[in-house]
């Protein structure tokens, strides 16, 4: 069955939204996401029920249906190979690609995703580090830890965001903090958490609290 754009977005933000969350998607939170009313939330949620890829009950939110997540699924894959896409083949930056991706993924043709994926080597993680579903619907999980959780004096490796705002990402970009960046923790402030760090053996710099949250690493 064919989806609209508008229904295509709606599936991937109810997706986004139960990833964390064994209970349904509550419409406020589907609608502050798609920057729309609850009401015009509550008649796309109805249209999507009747076409079987969600259940919606109105006190107990929304849930995908299984077809309904192997529809959010191959929206995100495609999101995330054309990110690869951009940025190792037309050198766009990282903070670039969301944006045009978010065009991008609505593409029908299932053998140019497939022709994408082999001529992008099948890559597994997107610019910002995060999985890419396979063509069966199989998307691994987020392996890596918040910065901020990382001990004084240990080292780690930058994998990816837990933020892909263009903002944060130029702000990362200038801090010289992008994908494989080595980090060394030299100290945590317990005032209000910032650390002082040392990026690739440069000379050593500040990052607030909310900055290291958003930055994933491998230890
Ligand atoms: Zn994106």
Request: charged share 25%; glycine share 4%; proline share 3%.
């Amino acid at each position: 069955m064919a989806t609209s754009l508008a229904e295509e977005n709606y599936l991937k933000i109810i997706y986004r939204l139960s990833e964390n969350t064994d209970q349904g998607v509550s419409t406020n939170a589907v609608a502050e996401l798609a920057q729309t009313k609850a009401a015009s939330v509550t008649d796309m949620l109805q249209k999507l029920a009747e076409k079987g890829w969600v259940i919606y009950q109105k006190y107990q939110g929304v849930r995908l249906t299984p077809s309904g997540q192997k529809i959010a699924l191959s929206i995100i894959r495609k999101h995330r190979l054309w990110e690869v896409f951009l940025v190792e083949k037309l050198g766009y930056n990282w903070d670039e690609v969301h944006e045009i991706a978010e065009q991008l993924e609505h593409i029908e043709s299932e053998s140019l995703i497939q022709k994408l994926d082999e001529f992008l080597g099948f890559p597994d993680r997107d610019p910002h580090g995060d999985p890419i579903p396979t063509r069966d619907g199989k998307m691994a999980d987020q392996i890596y830890q918040p910065l901020s959780e990382i001990k004084e004096k240990m080292d780690c490796v930058l994998m990816g965001v837990a933020k892909d705002a263009a903002v944060f990402l130029q702000l990362l970009t200038k801090l010289d903090l992008n994908l494989g960046a080595k980090i060394t923790i030299l100290e945590i402030n317990s005032f209000d958490r910032s650390l002082q760090i040392q990026v690739n053996s440069a000379a050593p710099i500040f990052v607030s609290h909310e900055v290291a949250k958003n930055i994933l690493v491998k230890a």
